[in-house]
């Protein structure tokens, strides 16, 4: 009983590393700045989005359980060479985006105790590091990830409750769109799957030892669970959003998802607000560094021995970055258009894996499956390649 129970933690808290890696800053900005945009017809995009994420995530999670490899250590039997580059990309994507998380780790406890955004990024930054000291520091992040997605998810959905959205409209145009938004729903799914996110929950169940065929049922239900886990919040969120925009309310440009609690609640919906960003900001802190860190640990005995100090490195570096140069846009889109591009190249390379013998042994990965997977594939590196190749170049103008 107590073996079943601790499973359902470990299976529980991969999903929950997942889910609380993707519902970062970017996550609450993009779903509400989206919902403005399109109204109740965002359903639409996020339903398409929650599909296009069980495809990737049920693929990558399943291939690397039975080939019991990270993804790294498949895309080079694949391709020599291919998984060092998409380590690079993951770890550049990571860096980048947890210098993000940290500052939206700041701006939560500066909404919740009025001290500096910088001040408020150390102080988080000293939490992710503890739980990382901790004797048993992956049962301590799964716990951390598990009560801090709880709470995030709460609050939303207690302000989604007081807008008062209009369900009815919703329902129904996430059916039947005024419009279909192609960029929102590839921003959603990169957003949601894309970069380090897509492997963190994989590499989690790897390193606590759940893996081999036998696992293939445990492991497509933790995999399941983060994408439904995150869209419980995505869809609380834009029902939040859809109640204000319902009652013509302003929203401010300079803080979209502040704004939101602020209307719908007050001053305490502010604070609740502040509990949220931190939250999300900090869990994706935690899953950027594990994840990004678990990419390069397998090439050297050496990292693999110390990759608990590099991981505290990782979040130290990405804070000292914070304070010292602030929040840096260009780079966050640049690593956005990455992580746009790894999931493609990442996904494609674990699918060419799972037909390969020597890689997966006898299993035979579903036909559908792998459909579904392409899929995401041919849809993510067309978009992906666009956004950098147009989006990019704009911003150096």
């Not at 994408?227 to 959003?241: D, H, W």
Request: hydrophobic share 55%.
């Amino acid at each position: 009983m107590k073996q079943n129970k601790s499973n359902l933690t470990l299976l529980l808290g991969a999903a929950f590393l997942m889910a609380t890696s993707s519902i970062g800053p970017g996550f609450l900005t993009q779903t509400t700045v989206f919902t403005q945009k399109l109204a109740a017809s965002f359903g639409f995009v996020i339903l398409i989005s929650i599909i296009l994420d069980i495809f990737a995530q049920t693929n990558v999670w399943r291939i690397i359980a039975v080939s019991e490899k990270r993804g790294q250590e498949i895309a080079n039997l694949v391709f020599p060479g291919l998984g060092y580059f998409i380590a690079f990309l993951v770890v550049l994507g990571g860096l980048v985006f947890n210098i993000g998380n940290i500052g939206g780790a700041g701006l939560g406890l500066q909404v919740l105790f009025g001290i500096t955004p910088q001040t408020g990024a150390i102080i988080s930054a000293v939490i992710a590091i503890l739980i990382f000291m901790i004797k048993e520091a992956g049962k301590a992040m799964d716990r951390f990830t598990l009560v801090a997605g709880f709470v995030m998810i709460l609050l939303t959905v207690y302000v989604a409750i007081t807008t008062g959205p209009p369900v009815g409209e919703a329902v129904t145009k996430t059916v039947v769109p005024d419009k279909i938004d192609i960029l929102a729903i590839v921003t959603l799914v990169g957003g949601t799957v894309g970069g380090y996110i897509t492997f963190a929950g994989g590499h989690r169940l790897l390193d606590a030892g759940v893996k081999g065929k036998d696992s293939i049922p445990e492991v497509t239900k933790s995999s399941v669970s983060g994408i439904l886990i995150t869209s419980v919040m995505r869809i609380a969120l834009f029902l939040a959003v859809l109640g204000v925009v319902s009652q013509n309310l302003t929203i401010n440009p300079d803080n979209p998802p502040a704004s939101v609690f602020k209307l719908a609640a007050g001053n305490i919906g502010y604070k609740m607000f502040g509990l949220v960003m931190w939250g999300a900001a900090v869990t994706s802190v935690i899953g950027a560094a594990y994840t990004s860190v678990s990419f390069f640990k397998t090439f050297s005995p050496k990292i693999e021995k110390n990759s608990r100090g590099i991981i505290i490195g990782f979040i130290i570096i990405s804070t000292l970055s914070f304070v010292s140069i602030g929040n840096p846009v260009n780079l966050l889109v640049l690593a956005g258009a990455l992580n746009g591009l790894i999931l493609p190249v990442a996904l494609g390379a674990l699918l060419i894996g799972a037909h390969k013998k020597k890689i997966v042994g006898d299993y035979r990965h579903p036909i559908w499956l792998t459909i579904a997977g392409i899929i995401v594939v041919v849809v993510m590196a067309i978009m992906g390649w666009h956004t950098l190749t147009h989006a990019i170049p704009k911003l150096w103008g």
